[in-house]
């Protein structure tokens, strides 16, 4: 038998089950009250009515406090005008007064206190004088006790604000992350948390680099409406997105039109020419089924290379996770040197990838900064040929 009951949260019970219990209990509580207090006039069907009403007005005091609180004033001020038992009639006030404090009403909940406190005791000192000390000190305890009830509903608000400030205050941080962690790796992402100042630098021995690039997106942008243009980026560098994410890899940025992604960092793996690999195979089969805004065809060129690189943040505002080295500077001249609709990848890369890929010699091409280069051709796996597109070069 499952025991995740036991560790569930037990139900709260509704608002409106509790002020419902609240108005029953008054106003019951004044219909059936017997005892009268010296010189007070029997409760009748007047007394009943009012008894009722105050009752009734705690269903709607958490949802106009202020109201409730003037009506609740009204109704009990006349309940004492007629000289009925005020005990019991008093609590609904009371009730009133509390929801008000909790809901930021203070000024309407202090100018009710300071007339049932005030009256009388101007009535009986100067209307119909009584001993002064006696007076006095009636009034205390009563001034007590509403000042109690409105420390309570301000406590209360004061606690409802404190919950307040740190659900915003959560939701601020898990923001502030959130946008962290779309912006860097997740463990840079920790790092940067923890350490406040210095610089997060890092040297990998063997990574491989990934830089894709749009065939003559300028050209087709210039004749295609902005918004379609940032339209089509968006989506498919979203979808690159996914296919980059789930196959671990990390996007590093884009500039323009151009998408650069990393395997082997932050975190070491064995795998990652295999990883970059299979996602340039995948972003050419997705590139296959788009088209550009004007209707041409949406061509790829991708150049991957594998080697050491430096990684690190920089920035202290708009930072960055970014890429340094030999390795980055050849992988985007495999992307600019090669032939649209193909993935040219470096010697190290082909060796790297063994003999699970279909992958042919292009032969000795002039690299700039580089000189001559021996570079490859993917073309896609040497099993699976069924999943498999023939990405043959075409003429250039």
């Not at 207090?37 to 958490?62: C, F």
Request: overall charge positive; some cysteine; glycine content about 8%.
């Amino acid at each position: 038998m499952s025991m995740a009951w036991l560790r569930q949260r037990p139900a709260r019970v509704p608002t409106w089950v509790i002020d419902a219990g609240w108005a029953v209990a008054v106003a019951v509580t004044i219909a059936i009250r017997g005892a009268r207090e010296p010189g007070t006039r029997r409760p009748d069907l007047i007394a009943y009515a009012l008894g009722l009403t105050l009752g009734a007005l705690l269903l709607a005091r958490r949802r106009w406090p202020v109201a409730v609180l003037v009506a609740s004033f009204a109704a009990l001020q006349l309940y004492y005008v007629l000289n009925y038992p005020g005990i019991s009639a008093a609590v609904p006030l009371g009730v009133a007064l509390c929801t008000a404090g909790a809901a930021g009403y203070a000024r309407w909940a202090l100018l009710v206190v300071a007339w049932f406190v005030a009256g009388p005791l101007i009535f009986r000192l100067l209307v119909d004088p009584e001993p002064v000390l006696p007076v006095l000190s009636e009034v205390v305890r009563e001034l007590s006790l509403w000042v109690a009830i409105l420390l309570l509903g301000d406590a209360v608000r004061s606690r409802r604000t404190l919950t307040l400030q740190q659900r915003l205050l959560e939701a601020e941080r898990a923001r502030s992350e959130r946008l962290l962690r779309d912006m860097l790796p997740e463990a840079i992402a920790e790092r940067l948390k923890q350490q406040e100042e210095g610089v997060i630098a890092d040297a990998f021995p063997l990574v491989t680099v990934l830089f894709a690039d749009i065939v003559d997106f300028t050209s087709h942008a210039e004749r295609s409406p902005p918004e379609a243009t940032v339209a089509l980026l968006n989506d498919l560098f979203s979808q690159f997105d996914g296919l980059t994410e789930a196959r671990g890899l990390e996007k590093i940025k884009t500039v323009g039109d151009s998408y650069m992604v990393a395997g082997g960092l932050p975190d070491p793996r064995p795998d990652h020419p295999v990883a970059v690999a299979e996602l340039a195979l995948a972003m050419l089969e997705l590139a296959a089924r788009r088209s550009l805004p004007d209707g041409g065809p949406l061509r790829l060129r991708i150049g991957i290379a594998s080697g050491p690189v430096v990684a690190g943040v920089i920035g202290r505002r708009r930072f960055s996770y970014d890429l340094w080295g030999d390795t980055v500077n050849t992988a985007s001249r495999m992307e600019t040197t090669g032939v649209p609709g193909c993935i040219q990848v470096t010697e190290r890369t082909r060796e790297l990838l063994g003999e699970r890929y279909l992958i042919r010699e292009r032969g000795m091409i002039k690299v700039k900064g580089k000189g001559e280069m021996r570079t490859y051709f993917l073309s896609g796996r040497t099993h699976a040929h069924n999943h498999t597109q023939d990405l043959t070069e075409p003429s250039q």
